[in-house]
């Protein structure tokens, strides 16, 4: 058919170099030296200046790293990564941490001006802003600012960089930290428990809903570094929270290492929802450069009817492999998990959900859609089980794979798992193209090929996008567009 | 973990070695197929079985799994029975050993496997399908007998052909080769028994090639002992236009991997397989199955059905592989699960992997206990608790059993499998 021809055409043409995120700032840095040993682990944790559990808490991860081998089951290829080539701290010099506004340096004000983030409070207030988001801005290695601070205090939600939270707040850190992700759980992880430098930590108390949506920024500007953050999230009883999770990165011809780890726990009846944009540098239309996302998120649904919702739109990276989980371990509890991965250029994902059904009446719901376009690799991973004592759990997956052009692949991996008689799992996938069908009938009511096709590739994701929170469900829009350029409009 | 190690082999490993060089002078077969066996059975002591390390054998730990392998007994004895249908031509295998007695229809050549390799000729089929194909290592270094059968172009068989396999205890390690010529029509049925209580270990491959146009029902009806091992293979290729309808039923055997791996070479070939697994007891039964979408314009659907009563293990990975240049592949898998005890288990992994992007591909798994609702209102129509919950059991697997379009064929397995429910239910 003479109009799908017109789209592969087009989609050969794809110029992935349109990264509108990838200058770069000139910005003084401290670093460490490249590589990594235990002095430079050390050394983060003196620059952080952590407590001595915290210390040999990443001493420990760092030896057991030692005798790990990277993962090799996933769909991805990429040459061996040297981690003794990446500086594993960098931030940009005289900051310690996140402080007031006014402190930081304006340069750095500009960068996320131009990344479009608000970090100004006062504008926001004045009505700049539609909505009030409370912002923690991680440059590199470290928090650079945290907005609303005193607001939410106010409402007892403890927003804050880690490192800040770990001297301030050790107790809540302790008992949470690495209960959900332990410093054994893979590969990724374990260098995360070792190396991470900052992230997010807020703790949400008993009855409290968030006053507004929390969000974080991360931006990798220094050349050859990892971005190791780390994010706690915990909501107690009856709490309700909403976070947001950015990131950008310049453009460059090496590739760059971002092996995050994320933590959330929700107490009895308490309910988190998790939404990430990820637009990390993919790459030059060649494959050259990029970013290596490796990232493990997971939710723990610890108390009764909790909830824990992950909502994803990944557009960006060169290669991605992240799984954000839920632990179905409350009675009740539930799981959900929504995404977007749009491939094109040379990227690969390898990306899905696990839900692991462990208390009595959890229901947990997959929505995936893959979108695969020039010679990228997309595939969904992801594993649904019930043990023997989830009695009634039930869980719905649908993951449909888009492919446009016939140079690029989409994979399904489902991993399903049922010990209980009464649990109920229902599974479909589907892979295709765009249907002929449709195009003919939008074409037939004169709306062009480029447009139609827009309109089936949103229609196609409109499921996920409509979970994102509004200022997200936008941008995300736009992302999508912007990443298949060339095939819709 | 460091896997470079030279592995310790289990007591099932060193008596599968040990098998092998307890009759390495007696096997059939010297020269190629010798220098064949020899690697196969050293990659077998090298590597070992699979554990759930291998992606292909992750719900499957074979080298936990096989405890024990028990000995070939040379001088044991299993009876004929009687044909599953009515007037089909049955081909008696008897503890992995041909009986070439009887007269074959028109059309159809048989050989004894033996002889090919005997001569050699049997030594190029005997390569692995790759480093996880434990079933091919195995039947690959111990097989000794089996039937090679040549169906001319053309031949259009009214009756079936039935492959019986019957084992009485000890080792059977059989291959078949089964080629059908253009055009054909036949339906063979691959029947998998044993005589007795004792326990026994069969590994079968069935090598199908089928040709242009040819229509082909094969038929795999296992219902072995509750203390028996069956490792089994089929492998197909499909002509132009040519057809296969793979019809696999498992009702016995206490660790069962049944591994089908096929392709289509030519465009319009059609392949259909449909599945029933019957899982009872502590048995642990698993439906492996890949397939090349290699060329455009080939159509496939797989269906499964499984039913997992008592401490059942239950497992299905089908993996549909559409390669860059198979446009217009349709490909459709759907497995679905009734799980009905607490104490079974049931794994699914429905793979797709895509490279041709003007397809129509999906699968679907759903596992789920019986409906309470239809429950309630067969029971509200008078009919007790068990026999309602029988009929349910019976309706979600008959269904399939019915696409066959062969009346004797049907009746004759449904009551297998009607005679499993009342055995199970």
Redesign the interface.
């Given at each position: 058919m003479p109009a799908?021809q017109e789209t592969?055409d087009q989609v050969r043409q794809i110029d992935v170099d349109q990264y509108k995120y990838g200058f770069e700032t000139t910005i003084e840095v401290e670093k460490a030296p490249k590589g990594l040993s235990e002095d430079i682990i050390r050394f983060i944790s003196a620059k952080k200046s952590e407590p001595e559990w915290m210390l040999e808490w990443r001493l420990d991860a760092y030896r057991r790293w030692l005798t790990m081998?990277e993962p090799t089951?996933a769909r991805v290829n990429y040459p061996k990564i040297d981690f003794n080539d990446i500086y594993y701290y960098a931030a940009p010099k005289g900051t310690t941490g996140p402080k007031s506004l006014d402190e930081v340096d304006p340069e750095l004000l500009k960068v996320y001006e131009k990344l479009g983030i608000p970090l100004k409070e006062q504008e926001m207030l004045a009505g700049v802003q539609k909505s009030k988001i409370a912002v923690d801005a991680v440059f590199d290695s470290v928090s650079v600012v945290t907005t609303f601070k005193e607001e939410l205090k106010k409402a007892g939600v403890i927003f804050m960089s880690i490192s800040e939270a770990i001297r301030e707040h050790p107790d809540l850190v302790k008992k949470y930290l690495g209960t959900v992700v332990p410093t054994t759980d893979n590969y990724y992880a374990t260098l995360n428990s070792a190396v991470f430098t900052d992230g997010s930590f807020v703790f949400v108390p008993k009855g409290v809903r968030c006053p507004m949506e929390l969000s974080t920024y991360f931006r990798i500007n220094e050349k050859n570094t990892g971005q190791f953050e780390r994010t706690l999230i915990i909501a107690e009883d009856n709490a309700y929270v909403s976070y947001l999770e950015g990131c950008t990165a310049p453009q460059r011809d090496e590739n760059q290492l971002h092996a995050a780890v994320v933590e959330l726990i929700a107490l009895d009846e308490a309910e988190i929802k998790y939404s990430t944009v990820q637009n990390w540098y993919p790459g030059d239309k060649h494959g050259k450069g990029g970013i290596y996302n490796f990232v493990t998120k997971r939710g723990d649904c610890r108390g009764k009817n909790s909830k824990i919702s992950w909502t994803q739109v990944e557009t960006g990276s060169a290669i991605t492999w992240k799984y954000p989980s839920c632990i179905l371990r409350g009675d009740g509890s539930r799981g959900e998990f929504y995404s977007i991965a749009v491939s094109n250029g040379h990227q690969q994902i390898d990306s899905g959900t696990k839900m692991i059904h462990l208390g009595k009446n959890t229901s947990s719901r997959i929505v995936s859609k893959g979108i695969a376009a020039g010679v990228s690799e997309n595939t969904y991973r992801g594993q649904v089980s019930a043990h023997?004592k989830a009695e009634n759990a039930r869980n719905f997956t649908q993951c449909d794979?888009l492919?446009?052009?016939?140079k690029?692949?989409?994979?399904?991996?489902?991993?399903?798992?049922?010990?209980?008689?009464?649990?109920?799992?229902?599974?479909?996938?589907?892979?295709?193209?765009i249907s002929e069908d449709q195009l003919f009938y939008c074409l037939q009511r004169g709306i062009p090929t480029e447009a139609a096709i827009a309109l089936i590739v949103n229609g196609f994701v409109k499921e996920v996008i409509q979970e994102l929170p509004m200022e997200f469900a936008v941008e995300a829009q736009k992302l999508i567009g912007i990443s298949l350029e060339g095939s819709v409009g | 973990m460091n896997m470079q190690q030279a592995i310790k082999m289990t007591a099932a490993e060193t008596a599968l070695v040990d098998a092998y060089t307890a009759q390495i002078g007696d096997l059939p077969g010297d020269g190629s197929v010798l220098s064949v066996r020899d690697t196969l059975v050293h990659e077998l002591k090298t590597a070992g079985l699979p554990t759930r390390r291998v992606e292909s054998w992750h719900y499957t730990d074979l080298r936990t799994l096989l405890r024990a392998v028990p000995t070939a007994d040379p001088t044991a004895f299993a009876d004929r029975v009687e044909a599953l249908v009515a007037g089909a031509t049955v081909l008696s295998v008897r503890n992995g050993h041909a009986d070439l007695k009887g007269n074959a229809p028109e059309g159809v050549t048989i050989r004894s496997y033996t002889d090919s390799l005997l001569d050699g000729s049997a030594a190029a089929g005997l390569a692995v399908l790759g480093t996880d194909d434990a079933i091919g290592r195995i039947n690959g270094g111990l097989v000794r007998g089996g039937l090679e059968l040549v169906i001319a172009d053309g031949t259009e068989l009214e009756d079936p052909l039935e492959i019986q396999l019957v084992q009485s205890l000890g080792q059977a390690h059989t291959r078949f080769p089964v080629s059908f010529g253009a055009n054909t029509k036949a339906t063979v049925i691959e029947r998998h028994l044993s005589t007795n209580a004792a326990e026994s270990l069969i590994s079968s491959v069935s090598d199908i090639t089928v040709g242009e146009g040819a229509e082909i029902t094969w038929i795999v009806l296992q219902q072995q002992g509750a203390a028996d091992t069956h490792l089994g293979q089929i492998r197909f290729d499909l002509a132009k236009d040519a057809k296969l309808h793979l019809f696999l039923i498992n009702a016995g055997g206490k660790l069962v991997r049944q591994e089908i791996h096929g392709k289509t070479s030519g465009e319009g070939a059609d392949f259909k397989l449909r599945g029933i697994n019957l899982l009872g007891g502590e048995s642990h039964t698993d439906v492996t199955f890949t397939l090349g979408h290699n060329v455009p314009h080939t159509t496939s659907t797989e269906i499964i059905r499984n039913v997992v009563f008592d401490r059942a293990k239950g497992v299905f990975q089908g993996k549909i592989l559409v390669a860059k240049d198979a446009q217009k592949t349709d490909a459709k898998m759907a497995c679905n699960t009734l799980l009905l005890s607490d104490d079974a288990d049931l794994s699914a992994k429905p793979e797709l992997e895509i490279f041709a992007d003007d397809v129509q591909c999906g699968h679907g798994a759903t596992v789920a206990d019986i409906d309470h609702t239809q429950l309630f209102y067969l029971m509200a129509r008078g009919i007790p608790e068990n026999k309602a919950r029988a009929m349910l059991v019976n309706a979600f697997v008959a269904e399939i059993v019915e696409e066959l379009d062969d009346e004797p064929l049907v009746e004759a397995l449904e009551s297998v499998i009607s005679a499993w429910l009342e055995k199970h239910a």
């Open positions: 799908v592969i081998d089951w023997r794979s492919l446009i052009g016939d690029c692949g989409a994979h399904t991996v489902p991993y399903i798992e049922a010990k209980n008689s009464t649990a109920q799992f229902e599974h479909e996938a589907t892979t295709s193209k | -």
